[in-house]
Each structure stands twice: as C-alpha cells, then as structure tokens.
C-alpha cells in the first residue's frame, strides 16, 4: 500500500525509501542569566546541553555514531554574551521518542544543574521559548536550468575517496570538493538514518551518480577546538556552483538532505546547507539579535563614538569635529541609525591632511568623517572578537 504526505494542500505519494525518514524540528529561544563566552563554533556546547535535557551521555566516539540528532547553531560566530540576552537554535530529531518538547520544560523546571561557567545548563540559561516547527517540503524537481548552487552554512567535514587522499589532504578543503563524493555520502546517511528507524536495509539499490562541472567555488576553512585541545576539527564553509543533470531522484536527496545535513559531526550542527537558494522556514531559524542589531545598539554606538573621540579631534570633509558632533550626539547617533537601516548611508570621501612628522618629515592622512569613523568603529567593536577568535 502506498503511503502519502501531505504538503500544504497537495498530496504527494512517497516515491523514495528517504522520504519516509522520521522528521521533527524545533525552534529554542533561551536567555541568559549570566554573563558567558563561546568559542567561533557554538555546535559542541549546544550539544552538550541537548544531552543534559534527554539524559544522553556519550563518550566522544559515541556522540560522534549519533546520527537522528541535528543541531542547527544559527548564532555561531558570536562569542560574547550577557545577562538577559537571549538566543536561538534549531534542533532537529531523525527518529522518533525523544519527547524533547516535553523534556526541555522539565529540565528548565528542575533544580540548577552543575557545570563550568561557560557551560550551557540550567543554571546558565532559562528557558524563552520552544516551538515545533514544519517538516513539510515542498520538492522542486522542473528546474530550467542544470546549473546549481550549494551554499554550505556549517562546516562541511568529508573525508575523500582513497585515491584523491594526499599527504596533507585527506579531507575536503577550500581547493578540493568531488560532487560525486558528496552525493554519495548523502545516500548513505539517508540509508543509515532508514534502517535507524525502521530496522532494516531500503529495498532500494543507489542510482548512477551524476558527474558535475565545478563552474566557480568559494571556501574557507572553519576549526572547531575539542575539549583539552587535542586536536582540532573543522570543515569548509562557502558557496559552489555547478553544471549537473540531476534526475528526480538526486533533486529530491539533495533538499531532503538540508533537513538531515551531510557529512560528518551532524549532531554538532556540522554539514548544513542551503540548495538553490531553496527556503525552508522550518531551516531557516535566525540567531535572536543579527550583527547588524548589535551593531547599531545605542550603547555600542555611544562606546565607538567616545573612542573616536579619544584618539582624534579631526574633522573630515563636513568639517564636523568631534566636538561639534557631540553637541547633537542623540540626534546624530539616531540618523546615523536610520540611514543605515533604510539603506541611504555612504561614506563620505576622505580628507586629505599633512601634518608635519619631525624636523624634516611630514605625514599625510586621509580622514573619515566623524560619523564614518564612528561607524566603522562601532563595527570593529562587534566583529574583532568573532574574527580574534576564528583566526
């Protein structure tokens, strides 16, 4: 008997052993009740506290045979957080019975859990929200083009078919990336993640793979420290666009697959992408403040604006100084806001300055408005600790 989802209004039957995977996802909102630090990467601390809330605790190589659980870490990159922010992840489940609705209320509910200070437990963090989303996709399968983008937003850790191992590479990197490979790993783990939950092989053989031209690509490599320092593991992030023919079957995998992720280390969040610009709002959860919003907060703006004027007293083409520009600094911080959040401000051009250096040396400078100095510092002070701490 042919079973059926049921995707909005219109009914689809299943054609494919992957499309009958288990598939459950939630949105989590918390807030801090202290001050914390993270690394670049958030996924192993998410993690850490989805195993206190289920009662998980897996070694290092158990976590790492994890397969039905994957973490969507929407705020990584942000390393400093205060009391009262919040913050937002996804979960999402592969198999059914976790009860994870149920249990994270509880666990918030229940005495304060011990833990290191940056930690992610009960004693560091209360619950805000959560909320099951989705699951439903809506396949696109008649596309007018064979070309196809792949943006990966985590790390994306697959190791290489043993001949295109060398010394120094046996992992994909920002100069190597084999279509085939990855289309292959991704069948797998949608075979791995049917006989997860159904306790048997699909009656179903793997398809020709389909070969691509790689028309352009743009990766960079992303560490994630592991405890003690041992060792360090990481994966490439960035933009692939390709020439394939990709039949019903692979088109389907491939989006099915951004519920699922590819790869290794996918219950840290490793492996997520985004096909095609294809927007699933179940995926498409947002960290609960964007750079942007902290950017242009009044107090980082005020912060930049003081060091500004600390260094420099100098005024550029508007021939505002700092001085001048404090005089009005609510109402200048309050354009300078605006302009940016509706899209009208530019920089104004420099101007050029020499000043005398010694007794026979002079110096040139090209000086940035008041406003753009401001601007730019209150950029650097929110982005410095993320860049710092990747590099």
């Known amino acids: 008997m042919a079973s059926f989802v049921k995707h909005e209004s219109v009914i689809t039957e299943k054609k494919y052993f992957f499309e009958e995977i288990f598939i459950q996802n939630f949105y989590v909102r918390l807030r801090f009740k202290r001050d914390i630090k993270f690394l670049f990467y958030h996924g192993s601390k998410i993690y850490g506290l989805i195993a206190k809330i289920l009662d998980l605790h897996p070694t290092e190589k158990e976590q790492r045979n994890i397969n039905d659980i994957v973490i969507n870490p929407c705020e990584y990159g942000r390393i400093y957080y205060n009391a009262g922010d919040q913050y937002c ?48 996709i809506e396949y696109q399968t008649n596309y007018s083009s064979n070309i196809h983008t792949i943006n990966f937003v985590t790390p994306l850790r697959i190791e290489r078919k043993k001949e295109e191992k060398v010394k120094g590479g046996t992992l994909f990197d920002i100069s190597h990336f084999n279509f085939q490979r990855f289309l292959y790993i991704l069948y797998k783990r949608a075979k ?40 360090n593991t990481g994966g490439i992030v960035g933009n692939i666009k390709l020439k394939c023919e990709l039949d019903e079957f692979w088109l389907k995998l491939i989006q099915l697959g951004q519920f699922f992720h590819a790869g290794k280390s996918t219950s840290a969040g490793f492996g997520k992408y985004i096909f095609n ?7 498409s959860i947002k960290p609960a403040k964007s750079y942007l919003d902290l950017i242009l907060e009044k107090e980082n703006l005020v912060s930049a604006f003081k060091h500004i004027k600390e260094n420099s007293n100098f005024a550029g083409v508007d021939n505002v100084n700092p001085d001048f520009y404090e005089d009005n600094l609510n109402k200048n911080l309050e354009h300078l806001t605006e302009s940016v959040i509706n899209g009208s401000y530019k920089s104004a051009v ?30 650097s002070q929110i982005l410095s600790p993320s860049i710092d701490e990747m590099l």
Request: charged fraction near 25%; hydrophobic fraction near 35%; aromatic fraction near 10%.
């Open 89 to 136: 992840f996804g979960v999402t489940f592969l198999k059914d019975g976790y009860d994870f609705e149920n249990k994270i209320k509880s666990y918030f509910s229940s005495t304060s859990d011990s833990g290191f200070s940056n930690d992610l437990t009960n004693s560091s963090v209360e619950l805000a929200d959560v909320n099951e989303l989705s699951n439903q």
């Open 350 to 379: 420099l101007k050029g300055i020499i000043i005398p250096k010694s007794e026979n040396k002079i110096r040139a400078l090209a000086i940035p408005t008041v406003e753009d100095r401001t601007f730019q510092r209150a950029v």
């Open 277 to 283: 610009n294809c927007n699933l709002s179940s995926l």
């Open 192 to 231: 791995n993640l049917y006989k997860l939950n159904f306790e048997s092989e699909p009656s179903f053989e793997i398809p020709s793979i389909p070969s691509a031209e790689i028309i352009e690509k743009s990766f960079i490599w992303i560490e994630m420290p592991k405890k003690e320092q041992k060792r």
